[in-house]
């Protein structure tokens, strides 16, 4: 029962999402006013080359070809989720001639590293913080933590990860502000250099996870304010059930479930973050990769990491909503 | 719900979030307006002697490219507000249809709409914005700016909305109305938008704040047009100066500053219209303290 009636419509729903999200990723540069192509030849003729027509006409072959826009739409399109599917991307334009999959596999790990941890901490953080904070709804602390989110939460992310660079990197001297590890440190698993990229990922993911907390905490304690009005608490308070064991085990636990299906709806604005915090602390990630692929017109990479991360995202919330029934003993899809 | 708009506001102003919120929001949108008494024009450089510190000729000085901060903050303003605000309407339209058809229609109509919506949703749209803006370019002005930010971001207002036509749709009066002889377009016009519209209202501040913040976003990346002074160029142009490294502070936080403000304005503003909106949270609110 649980396969037929769950899993195969989410995970038809899954394909076609990705199917959906790549095909409008595919129509975009093709439907657009002007094309990669134009785009970057007028990008090279502004920096002042000349060029005689039989070598722009050269160019233009060549880019069409390495852009994958030659033959018809469908064709293009077919070729498209073929080299979808071994994940090639083609060259990259600014690294020429490296293939934008390799630029990735660099890329990845710093990004999945930086927001496995800050979405988990922050999530962890500010739901359990939001429950204590909404079962305590009168208490002075809890009040306090309340007003103070109410000026974080609405920062976006660019101007919260900013205002920290400024303020460690600048007034307060203690972290590095940008990279990833010391320049010209060879990777190892050795303790100083871990603790070397440790000290790199603490502004960017501070950034992530107060903002991240934030946004918890106030719908977690929205919803136990909620929960503990309900009888159940009053017959549990009546009963002579510790006060910190209602909390935890009864209201805690019933506000974080719905706080699962709101993970897994708000992880593309996450990545989102990441990659935008990514940009301002120069963190060598996919965000960076994509600075770098916006500012030269590299439009095979920035194919890549849209394509990648809509895979990649999509797949995660599957993950999450097929975990979900581990926690909620109410659902067992039978 | 449905309310008079002179208590509804009276029941606002005891709220000192919305207090507070408002005035902050009549100070940023006068600053908009003083733009249109600037001395200066904003695409003209060097006009002014470059990096000033704050003097009484220029009150917050000047900046590497001989503008005045303080003036060219004001556009920076109203041009951010423009687009959020072209932004949010064009949305907001889009959000009310989708999810009034969505709702009403129900069955086939609302599975696909939704699918839609909830595609939206998980794909991580600023990526999405990015290609887009990077193949127009040339083409960016603050309408087709707030019109991009439009095309993105109704997805998850038109999900509420939809639920309100829906518990909408299961009333009584919605019965009575259908029996009487009352069209589609008169019901939907008639007698559910007075419970739309609130919600829309209430979703354009999100909304807008969003659009600005994505706006700055795009700046950075370098993606809008750099010649119309916006909160997000102001700032890209601080920061392509290294006014960090230089020290310009007057120059780098007043857009950083005036954002701040503008975000949490809105915010607080839209934490208080909601809170009013929702009677559950209202009466803990009455109740409660």
């Known amino acids: 029962m649980f396969v037929r009636k769950y899993l195969i419509p989410r995970l038809l729903q899954y394909f076609l999402v990705i199917f959906l999200g790549i095909t409008i990723v595919f129509f975009i540069p093709r439907l657009a006013p002007t094309n990669p192509v134009e785009r970057t030849i007028a990008e090279i003729r502004s920096r002042g080359t000349y060029l005689d027509p039989a070598h722009i006409q050269a160019m233009v072959d060549a880019l069409t070809e390495m852009y994958g826009l030659s033959g018809s739409w469908l064709q293009q399109y077919k070729d498209f989720w073929v080299r979808l599917f071994h994940g090639d991307f083609g060259v990259s334009f600014f690294q020429f001639p490296t293939p934008v999959i390799r630029l990735i596999k660099n890329a990845l790990p710093w990004t999945v590293g930086l927001l496995l941890t800050t979405t988990i901490l922050s999530w962890v953080f500010g739901n359990v913080v939001g429950g204590m904070a909404g079962y305590a709804h009168n208490k002075r ?36 502000i940008g990279g990833g590890a010391t320049i010209g440190r060879q990777p190892s698993w050795t303790l100083s250099y871990i603790l070397d990229v440790l000290r790199h990922a603490f502004l960017p993911a501070l950034s992530m996870v107060v903002l991240g907390a934030a946004s918890w905490f106030q719908t977690t304690k929205l919803i136990v304010q909620n929960v503990k009005s309900e009888d159940f608490v009053q017959y549990a308070q009546l009963g002579g059930i510790k006060e910190g064991k209602i909390m935890f085990r009864y209201v805690i636990r019933n506000a974080m479930l719905p706080q699962i299906t709101n993970l897994a709806l708000s ?15 120069s963190y060598p990630g996919l965000g960076h990769l994509l600075f770098s692929a916006i500012s030269t017109g590299d439009y095979n990479l920035i194919m890549g990491i849209i394509s990648l991360s809509i895979v990649a995202i999509t797949t995660l919330v599957l993950i999450v909503d097929l975990i979900y029934p581990l926690f909620d003993p109410r659902i067992r899809y039978k | 719900m449905v309310m008079p708009i002179g208590s509804t506001l009276k029941e606002l102003f005891r709220d000192y979030r919305f207090v507070c919120a408002f005035i902050v929001l009549l100070f940023l949108v006068a600053l908009a307006l003083l733009s249109f008494f600037s001395p200066y024009d904003p695409t003209i450089w060097y006009y002014a002697p470059r990096d000033l510190p704050p003097s009484s000729k220029h009150i917050l000085g000047t900046c590497s490219r001989g503008q005045d901060v303080f003036w060219q903050a004001t556009f920076a303003i109203r041009n951010s507000l423009i687009i959020s605000a072209v932004a949010g309407v064009f949305s907001r339209i889009i959000a009310v249809a989708v999810g009034l058809v969505a709702g009403y229609r129900g069955g086939r109509t609302d599975r696909f709409l939704m699918f839609i919506s909830d595609g939206f949703l998980v794909i991580p749209l600023f990526l999405i914005i990015v290609m887009l803006a990077m193949l127009i370019r040339d083409k960016m002005t603050i309408f087709t700016t707030g019109l991009l930010l439009a095309v993105f971001g109704w997805a998850w207002d038109a999900r509420v909305i939809r639920s309100q036509v829906l518990s909408l749709r299961e009333r009584e009066f919605t019965k009575t109305a259908v029996l009487s002889g009352t069209g589609t377009m008169e019901l939907v016009f008639k007698e559910y938008m007075p419970y739309i519209t609130p919600l829309a209202f209430s979703t354009l501040i999100n909304n807008m704040s969003w659009a600005i913040g994505m706006e700055m976003t795009l700046s950075i990346v370098g993606l809008t047009n750099m010649d119309i002074p916006t909160l997000g160029t102001t700032l890209k142009w601080a920061l392509n100066y290294q006014a960090i490294l230089m020290r310009r502070w007057y120059w780098l936080s007043t857009p950083v500053v005036l954002s ?13 219209i909601s809170e009013y909106l929702d009677p559950r949270t209202r009466v803990q609110r009455v109740g409660g303290e």
């Open chain 1, 141 to 176: 602390w809890s009040k306090v933590l309340d007003a103070l989110m109410m000026f974080v939460r609405p920062i976006p992310y660019y101007v919260f990860a900013l205002s920290l660079l400024i303020l460690f990197g600048y007034v307060f001297r203690k972290f590095p």
């Open chain 2, 260 to 272: 701040v403000f503008l975000f949490i304005a809105l915010y607080w503003l839209s934490v208080s």
């Open chain 1, 267 to 281: 992880l593309g604005q996450i990545l989102s973050g990441a990659l935008i915090t990514e940009i301002v602390f």
